[in-house]
């Protein structure tokens, strides 16, 4: 997240005026209190305020999503996140209207109230004659909220506001909301009634603004295709192949120091070969896209797009960074564009491409050139030291919230228990069974954290040619998954042993509540622990990956479900930052074993956290937690 802005007189209203408003305008004694905690919750200092502008935009997209558990030790760390955002968020629309700032305002709202309370009035079950089908006025209620013009008024510009300001759940609704205002317009004389209070229009979902736009590989020219693969073939040359080749040209009666010579050339400075060809050709189809996104139109038919060796122009190059960085500077979602280490993928990949399959200087130079133009942008993922700190930063300064990641699984158990046992409807089983798998896969992160890709696409079933990695040892006690070296990123092999307690959360789900949430989501059969209908992004070279996984989108959904009631703010693959925290403060630079869990090498472990600054986090870690958790202790050497 960005807070940290140039601000002057023409900057706009912040938090800090914000908050003394409130404090001056007698605000409730809770929402001051609220408006307090937001510092805390975007990891900043109280006097840091003035950093965070006090936008409702910017609220919706990154102080409303952040984590709560730094704040609160509800119960229900969810509702209590939505309570305290909406003290904030209306006291933000009051704060806003006194300083003159349009808002939305009650006629707006009165014009929806309308259209809803006849939807509302009229759902049900449609083959017992109701009208419209249950929840079809529910993605009125976020436009109603957030709209500044009344509904009949709203036009696409309005629309596309609303869209630029919403996250992605918010998106959500407002593309379902898009797609029932054109049903109900096309039924407008079923229901005259209706049809005067909706939009004079339909609305179309517009692109997202923060991301790039997306080329398919398959949509660019045959001929382009086909010469880009032969380079990729060339870059990704094996020892094996090398061989083959040297042996055709000697039986043909080429001079062996010829052959020698050009062998030593194509392997240029190149130490070690891919281990997945997959994802090497990937990335290399990645990063020609990104290249090409900026000086080649889909409109046109990418037009002139003949050949890769052409696309390596310096004008290419600078078009395609600086789209990058402009990207990443405009988006409050993105990283920043020094603390992002996407130029440095891009660079890396054209390099190898330019180095081992084009095999031109004039080219690395120019890759080479550009870098240095960008050098304050191009970051080495090793660099990316401040994702972990932040971390230890945030465990220091609120204990509670060590406590709570070793606890997650038992705590994301008992609250699914819960739910299913009140649930009546599919749309509460769903959740309930949702957050039994987000329990599960927390009791394999808190065992030996993996990464996501490996995490969701365990398998607990073989298939031809892609064996299983779930084995019970003791069934509810002990499981043991296992992945091999060419599953696994950095080539590792991989064991995980998951015991006890975590043991009989994962065999809950994986024997019991994942059967249900297949049979209630109509997925037939997977293999796949965490079952789905998508195909694995990127297939390993190795294993024939059948499909039937979770997409990348429904991961993401399924972990924001749990962290909403544990209020921890970490994605998946900042669980290993965590475990590897209170793994150092358990055990003082013991990086041997932060790397042998983590599955990385001695060298990755003290280059992550073996900085003065995170060392000494990981130790200010070990303080707060000997006072106010020493059982933390004793649960996680149980562990590692």
């Not at 020609?288 to 037009?303: I, K, N, Y």
Request: charged share 30%.
């Amino acid at each position: 997240m960005k807070h940290d802005r140039t601000l002057d007189s023409a900057a706009g209203p912040n938090f800090h005026e914000f908050l003394e408003w409130a404090r001056e305008a007698d605000e409730n004694r809770d929402t001051v209190y609220e408006i307090e905690k937001i510092s805390t919750r975007l990891d900043l200092t109280g006097e840091e305020l003035d950093l965070v502008p006090a936008d409702l935009a910017y609220f919706e997209k990154v102080i409303a999503v952040s984590p709560y558990g730094a704040v609160s030790r509800s119960k229900d760390l969810d509702a209590a996140r939505k309570r305290g955002n909406s003290r904030v968020r209306s006291a933000l629309q009051r704060f806003l209207a006194a300083r003159g700032h349009e808002t939305p305002d009650a006629g707006a709202r009165a014009s929806y109230d309308k259209a809803i309370g006849f939807i509302v009035e009229n759902e049900g079950f449609v083959d017992s004659g109701a009208l419209f089908t249950t929840s079809t006025h529910k993605p009125f209620l976020l436009v109603r909220a957030r709209a500044r013009l009344t509904l009949p008024d709203l036009d696409q510009a309005e629309f596309d506001r609303l869209w630029c300001d919403a996250t992605p759940d918010g998106r959500k609704s407002l593309r379902k909301f898009a797609r029932r205002v054109e049903e109900l317009r096309r039924g407008h004389n079923t229901w005259p009634e209706l049809a005067v209070l909706l939009p004079r229009e339909d609305f179309v979902v517009p692109a997202a603004t923060d991301r790039a736009r997306r080329i398919p590989w398959e949509t660019l020219p045959a001929d382009f295709r086909a010469d880009a693969e032969e380079v990729f073939r060339q870059t990704l040359r094996q020892p094996a192949d090398m061989k083959t080749w040297a042996k055709e040209q000697m039986r043909l009666g080429r001079p062996a120091t010829e052959i020698n010579a050009e062998i030593s050339a194509r392997r240029g400075h190149k130490k070690k070969s891919p281990r997945n060809i997959a994802t090497a050709t990937a990335g290399y189809r990645q990063a020609t896209t990104w290249l090409l996104r900026e000086s080649f139109s889909p409109e046109s038919g990418f037009a002139g797009l003949t050949n890769l060796r052409e696309l390596f122009s310096t004008d290419a190059l600078e078009a395609a960074c600086e789209a990058q960085i402009a990207r990443s500077e405009a988006s409050d979602t993105l990283k920043k564009p020094d603390e992002s280490s996407t130029l440095w993928s891009r660079f890396t990949n054209l390099t190898t491409i330019a180095r081992h399959g084009l095999r031109d200087q004039e080219i690395l130079a120019r890759i080479d050139l550009v870098k240095m133009f960008h050098s304050d942008f191009v970051l080495s993922p090793i660099e990316m030291t401040a994702d972990a700190e932040a971390i230890c930063d945030r465990l220091r300064k609120s204990p509670h919230l060590a406590a709570t990641f070793v606890n997650a699984p038992s705590r994301l158990s008992e609250i699914a228990a819960h739910e299913l046992a009140q649930a009546t409807t599919d749309f509460a089983r769903d959740r309930g069974l949702r957050l039994s798998a987000c329990s599960a896969a927390y009791a394999i992160q808190v065992s030996r954290a993996l990464r996501p890709a490996n995490l969701f696409m365990t398998r607990n079933k073989a298939t031809p040619g892609c064996p299983r990695n779930l084995t019970w040892i003791v069934e509810e006690e002990h499981a043991e998954i296992r992945f091999s070296g060419g599953e696994v990123k950095n080539g590792e092999a991989i064991i995980v042993h998951v015991r006890g307690n975590d043991a009989r959360i994962l065999w809950q789900w994986e024997r019991i509540h994942r059967p249900s949430l297949m049979k209630l989501r109509g997925i037939d059969a997977s293999p796949y622990l965490f079952p789905g209908t998508a195909a694995p992004r990127l297939r390993k070279s190795t294993l024939n990956m059948p499909s039937g996984c979770m997409s990348v989108a429904a991961i993401m959904e399924l972990w924001d479900l749990g962290d909403r009631q544990l209020g921890l703010g970490l994605t998946p693959h900042q669980c290993r930052h965590a475990l590897a925290t209170l793994m150092l403060a358990v055990r003082p630079g013991d990086f041997a074993t932060v790397a042998s869990v983590l599955a990385n090498t001695e060298q990755v472990a003290r280059r992550h956290y073996g900085k003065d600054s995170g060392e000494a986090a990981a130790m200010a870690v070990r303080e707060s937690l000997l006072a106010h958790h020493p059982d933390i202790f004793a649960r996680m050497k149980g562990r590692i």
